[in-house]
């Protein structure tokens, strides 16, 4: 049937074998070279110092450039970091240069927290990259890698030992990045002087455990040129990027009325040794190193922290994902959890409004009721006021056909009379209803007028009466 | 180039020198110093001359040589095997692994569906074991590459146009590693079958939309595409292997002898083995690394960890270390 089994035969360790002729992939270190200017090289330093020392000045005369750096004012609060990239060009090399210098430290008058902000700024920079290299979709290879590769310690030169502030700081440093401690200005010491400032320098940085950066030696290129180097450590330096004449020939170097100190010259100071092992022996070494060791250390301290392990307690080989898995059920959990809180309290608070709202709607009603019992009760008096007037009405008018049955039958010449008192009746009849309306209605005026023809039919009734 | 070894101080008025090119020479140190690894595949039906093929590019005996087997039961797998053999081989101080991982039983059973299925499993596992060594918190200084490069396909030179399992298999890997069809034992081609026969695969992968190397979508830039333009009008390369020498015109040059004449393997009027050996070993190769560990193992590590992200109980420790701890081999 079909075929989907493996059967896989290995040979255990690779078997030297030797070549009849010439393959060709001797050329492959070449592709490999020709891939890296394509691409480009990144380098970073990261130079600490107290304000003043020289840092920008050294930078400038060891890249021959001028990086237009400022200078900075001595009464920063705090120590900052200054990073600035620039893209240099020797031939056909590529080189992304990143800068980082410290500002203000060593100025603050307590300076226990100096070198804070150097350290957190080299764990953000290893941070960055493992958060890069952790991603799903990630570009590594187009990646800009800001991690400090280098970091160049300026030694104020007082020829005696070194500060206290420089042990703390480097120590603090010295297994998160590569630290090449340099002695700054060093045309302010005597070369006896010099010798014994470095042996003291050394020795105190042993003593206190402090591990700088020793240029690699197992390459037997370049393990000569190094184990002479790292006697040479710490590297007395000076920087200057005016030239001077000296002989015929134009050179950087610092004038003084005794004489002038060439840059480059290696009787005065120790500068072409420190371009030497930083740029042009070490550069690869120093990002690797940087790569290797310190990344490696910061990741995995880090994901330790995290609570990934590569073995669970029963130490068998946990991956990763295992763990990450894990952790993301953990998370959801509580994130569960959390919702199922929140929507308890947001219950507890509608059922709360709830009774608010019915306790204010039995008021209303309440109110309501109470309004309308008082506005039946007025009616009520009201309809009772109009029975009485109605009563009123019609008793009068019971009055008056009695009055007029008893009238005397000489009225009957006045039977026009009549007829016409018959229609006063009726006018009297109405102008009292009206009245008495119009006194319900509360319109006086009319009140009042209809209170005026009332007057003058009892007038005139009056005159009847006594006419008759 | 400005050298400043050993103390030396030669920069005479020099004074923009700075000595930032000293950082390719660090580089090559470097690399010699670590050596290179490299693996192959090779994908064929028997018969076609793929050991020869690596003998010769290699100009060793990088594998054995499966016709001289004496028992003949032996020589057809019932299975699809995967076979992986290392040598050191060292050139002119740069030293290299290589590993020639052989596909005995491919295409000769009689169904031959899902044979291909082995063999993407293998690939598979070399890159989860390069992923599972890439998250460890522990990692090694130098995780050891085990990883397919290039995986060489032998098409038979029938001269009409590639079988449908030529095409599933090219159209399957072609995703997962860089595949280089070759048109074995092409001597029994002339040259103008040759030519129609190339034309015809390249439309038939062009139509299947198979992607060999050189891929198109990954040219860096004009030079690059520009080179790679010609390769691609030339594959798939028709070669001839062969690991004996003989005597042509005074001197001793590889090549097969027969009744009508010498074929020459590295003559380039004779069959296209020199252009094949410059693609693989003296001008892509770093190339070829490059694009399995920046393309294809990227890829598949996003599909992966995407999948652990969907199925939470989907993961478990994988046997694959174990696996892996065979295959891997320290330099």
Known sequence: MASSDVARQLDKGARPLSLAGH????????????????????????????????????????????????????????????????????????????????????????????????VDYIDKQFETYLQEELKIKRSLHNYHDSRVHACLYFISPSGHSLKSLDLVTMKKLDSKVNIIPVIAKADTISKSELHKFKIKIMSELVSNGVQIYQFPLDDETVAKVNTTMNGHLPFAVVGSTEEVCVG?????????????????????????????????????????????????????????????????????????????????????????????????????????????????????????????????????????????????????????????????????????????????VKLFCLCFTAQHSSALMANFELFFFFILIHLFYSVFQFWLHVKT | MHGSK???????????YVGIDAILEQMRRKAMKQGFELNLMVVGQSGLGKSTLMNTLFKSKV?????????????????????SISHDIEEKGVRMKLTVIDTPGFGDQINNENCWQPIMKFINDQYEAYLQEEININRKKRIPDSRVHCCIYFIPPTGHCLRPLDV??????????????????????????????????????????????????????????????????MIPFAVVGSDQ????????????????????????????????????????????????????????????????????GALQANGVAAQHEALSHEM
Request: proline content about 3%; some cysteine; glycine content about 6%.
């Open chain 1, 23 to 118: 393959v060709g992939f001797d050329s492959l270190p070449d592709q490999l070279v020709n891939k890296s200017i394509s691409q480009g090289f990144c380098f970073n330093i990261l130079c600490i110092g107290e304000t003043g020392i020289g840092k920008s000045t050294l930078m400038d005369t060891l890249f021959n450039t001028n990086f237009e750096n400022f200078e900075s004012s001595h009464f920063e609060p705090q120590v900052k970091l200054r990073a600035q990239t620039y893209d240099l060009q020797e031939s056909n090399v590529r080189l992304r240069l990143t800068v980082v210098n410290t500002v203000g430290f060593g100025d603050q008058m307590n300076k226990q927290e100096s070198y804070q902000p150097v």
């Open chain 2, 168 to 233: 599933e298999f090219m159209r399957r890997l072609s995703k997962v590693v860089n595949i280089v069809p070759v048109i074995a034992k092409a001597d029994t081609l002339t040259l103008e079958e040759r030519d129609s026969f190339k034309q015809t695969i390249r439309e038939e992968l062009r139509a299947n939309g198979i992607d060999v190397y050189p891929q198109k979508e990954f040219d860096e830039d004009a030079e690059d595409r520009m080179i790679n333009d010609k390769i691609r009008e």
């Open chain 2, 6 to 16: 050993d103390g030396e101080k030669s920069h005479g008025g020099d004074f923009s």
């Open chain 2, 245 to 312: 020498e003989y005597q042509v015109n005074g001197k001793r040059l590889l090549g097969r002898k027969t009744k009508w004449g010498t074929i020459e393997v590295e003559n380039i009027a004779h069959c296209e083995f020199a252009y094949l050996r410059d693609l693989l070993i003296r001008t892509h190769m770093q190339n070829i690394k490059d694009i399995t560990g920046s393309i294809h193992y990227e890829t598949y590590r996003v599909r992966r960890l995407n999948e652990s992200n969907g199925h939470p």
């Open chain 1, 248 to 424: 015929n020939k134009m050179v950087k170097a610092r004038q003084y009325p005794w004489g002038v100190v060439q840059v480059e010259n290696e009787h005065h100071c120790d500068f072409v040794k420190l371009r030497e092992m930083l740029i042009c022996v070490n550069m690869e070494d120093l990002r690797e190193q940087t790569h290797t060791r310190h990344y490696e250390l910061y990741r995995r301290c880090k994901l330790e922290e995290m609570g990934f392990k590569d073995t669970d307690p029963e130490c068998k080989p946990v991956s990763l994902q295992q763990t990450y898995e894990v952790k993301r059920q953990e998370f959801l959990a509580e994130l569960q959890k959390r919702e199922d809180e929140m929507r308890q309290v947001f219950v507890q608070r509608v059922k709360e409004k709830e009774a608010e709202l019915k306790e204010a709607e039995r008021q209303l009603q309440g109110r309501f009721e109470q309004l309308k019992s008082r506005h039946a009760e007025e009616k009520a008096a009201l309809e009772e006021k109009k029975r009485l007037l109605d009563n009123d009405l019609t008793s009068f008018g019971n009055r008056k056909t009695a009055a007029a049955l008893l009238q005397p039958p000489g009225f009957t010449v006045n039977g026009k009379k009549d007829k016409d008192r018959k229609k006063w």
């Open chain 2, 63 to 83: 594998s054995r040589n499966k016709s001289v087997q004496s028992n003949p039961e032996e020589r057809i797998p019932k299975t699809v095997e995967i076979k």
